[in-house]
């Protein structure tokens, strides 16, 4: 039966709204996050920033094209999946495919975007920031090849933005998000019907992985007779569903070892952050001993932390390197080969190690996940990661949380040894990339930008490079020092100022980058502070991280001056 307005059959009339447009609606590495209250409270915000979403496709790709839409669950998604419903079905858009009550992790719209061959999607995600009505919202397109927008698609969404007086919208087309399967709409001057398909939000996305993992090897380590326990944190964000299918119910973990698997508008109250900082229960969890694997997810799934027993930590940039050299574990790998790797420039160099032993290509990439896009559509990589929690490969163009999991999974079953084990023999065997990062947050925009004007002046005087810095018995001699641009190998495109690298002798750097996404939601900017320090020795492993890093720390904060700058006393966040 077609579900439509009341009257059941004319068809449904399509309205154009005039508007006026907003300056400040350029969308940044994760598409476009403001406060809740802005989307929410300011006339027409959603609806200028969706029509200029689809006003940025091309006419003719438009018409009659599949898009897919998810959320991770957040306050105001529901609303907003109406919105962008009524919209697209005005705009010409043939069919949307959506998930069960909204909600999609963003692995797995990037999943059906490839697998269905749509034109894109609207993933409505503020990622690991807080929920509800006072927290943040986020409004991000994928393209076709499933992975995030590139600048060019960003820019035309910007232009069309700024100068946007109408949108087009279906006021009266309402769907009901819960009822699996198709509806149909006749709309005014439409020859063919808009169509919705409401699908589960599990189903594609774990066939997917069925065909990357050996999933029996798997579910042998979890229910065996030396099953490994695990406690999985889904943090109230969209990933319970997917933990619950494919953790417990595929692979047979009990039902008691995910806990938080109930998506809420706000995340329980906390931010569906996955660290050490917001992941506590977690922590707490593991430090009791007794449980092998911990792992927490962000909201929208694309990030994650991994714990090993009595809750060793495996920082993210070591979890990418570990991952690299042992994807041997993985049948998807074994078959397809491994064809380079690739990280984000913030990132740890403890991947260029695994490369460089693999003799595989390593690239270097500014931060965002569309720069590793290009790369793995152009066939030259096949795994990625970023410092902040995120890993990922060509089975998608997104990093993905529970793939890096099951990834972890299976070189447990395959070397049969705990996390831990497998994290100590890499270090022994490539060395130990020491790394930490400061998050200096809510920072006046205009001093951030000052101060970041002033620290590349600084580090780009010629005498800069001999300089020698001693702190205590420490002697750490600069090597080079720039401001990092990326060319890309595949279309040439070059992007600029994308973080300060200061390199030393030893292998040791520091990185000063003011990111675009932490700050997105709010109005201050923030400043991010990355410290890395090479040990080859397997005797000096087990030191304290912020106590290796403490001279580099000192360093950075010396010829930054941040703290007096910016009337800190310290970072908001370390990791």
């Known amino acids: 039966r077609l579900i439509r307005g009341p009257m059941e059959t004319s068809p449904i009339p399509v309205l154009t709204v005039q508007t006026t447009p907003f300056e400040d609606q350029r969308p940044g590495t994760n598409g476009l996050r403001r406060k809740t209250a802005v989307f929410e409270g300011k006339k027409n915000y959603l609806q200028n920033y969706i029509q200029s979403v689809l006003s940025s496709m091309d006419l003719r790709d438009r018409q009659g094209c599949t898009l897919v839409v998810g959320s991770d669950g957040r306050y ?184 938080n698997c109930v998506p809420l508008e706000d995340f329980g109250g906390r931010p569906p952050e996955p660290n050490l900082t917001y992941a506590t229960s977690l922590v707490e969890a593991m430090k009791g001993g007794g449980v092998g694997l911990g792992a927490a997810f962000d909201a929208d799934g694309d990030r994650y932390m991994i714990l090993g027993e009595n809750g060793f930590f495996v920082n993210p940039s070591d979890s990418v390197a570990i991952m690299a050299a042992n994807l041997s574990a993985v049948p998807y790998f074994r078959q397809h080969g491994l064809r380079g790797l690739a990280r984000s420039m913030a990132t740890s160099t403890a991947l260029d190690r695994v490369a460089k032993a693999l003799k595989v290509a390593l690239y ?63 270090w022994a065997r490539l060395g130990r990339n020491y790394f930490c990062r400061f998050d200096y947050e809510d920072l006046d925009p205009r001093a951030a930008f000052y101060l970041m004007r002033d620290l590349e002046s600084v580090i780009s005087d010629k005498a800069f490079s001999n300089q020698k810095f001693a702190v205590g018995d420490h002697m750490y001699a600069v090597e080079r020092a720039d401001n990092f641009e990326y060319l890309d190998p595949v279309d040439g495109t070059v992007a600029r100022n994308q973080g300060l690298r200061i390199l030393f002798a030893d292998g040791c750097r520091l990185v000063f980058r003011r990111s675009g996404s932490g700050g997105g939601a709010g109005t201050g900017a923030t400043i991010r502070i990355y410290a890395e320090s090479f040990e080859r020795d397997p005797e000096r492993h087990s030191r304290e991280t912020q106590v290796v890093l403490g001279p580099l720390i000192a360093i950075a904060l010396k010829i930054s001056n941040i703290h007096e700058r910016m009337g800190r006393r310290g970072p908001n966040v370390i990791t």
């Open 76 to 259: 105001f998604s529901r609303v907003a999946t109406e919105v962008i419903v009524q919209m697209a079905a005005a705009n010409g858009i043939g069919r949307l495919v959506i998930g069960h009550n909204g909600l999609l992790s963003t692995p797995a719209v990037s999943c059906i975007i490839r697998k269905i061959k749509a034109l894109g999607g609207i993933i409505l995600t503020a990622s690991h920031n807080p929920g509800g009505p006072a927290g943040d919202f986020g409004v991000k397109f994928n393209v076709a090849n499933g992975g995030p927008s590139p600048d060019t698609v960003m820019e035309r969404i910007s232009q069309v933005s700024r100068t946007l007086e109408e949108y087009a919208i279906c006021p009266d087309l309402h769907i009901d998000l819960s009822r699996l399967g198709r509806q149909d709409f006749d709309l005014e001057n439409k020859f063919k019907p808009f169509r919705v398909e409401i699908v589960d939000s599990v189903e594609v996305y774990l066939n997917l992985l069925r065909s990357i993992f050996d999933f029996t090897a798997i579910k042998s380590l979890l229910t065996g007779p030396d099953q490994l326990k695990i406690h999985i944190d889904a943090m109230n964000g969209v990933m319970g569903p997917y933990v619950r299918r494919i953790l417990c119910d595929e692979l047979g973990a009990p039902a008691n070892s995910a806990v």
């Open 364 to 426: 270097e990439t500014p931060a965002g996940w569309r720069y590793f896009g290009n790369l793995m559509d152009s066939g030259r990589c096949s795994l990625c990661g970023e410092e902040s929690f995120g890993t990922g490969s060509d089975h998608i163009r997104e990093k993905d949380g529970l793939w890096s999991v099951l990834v972890w999974l299976s070189i447990m079953a395959s070397k049969k040894q705990g996390v831990e084990q497998i994290t100590r023999e890499h």
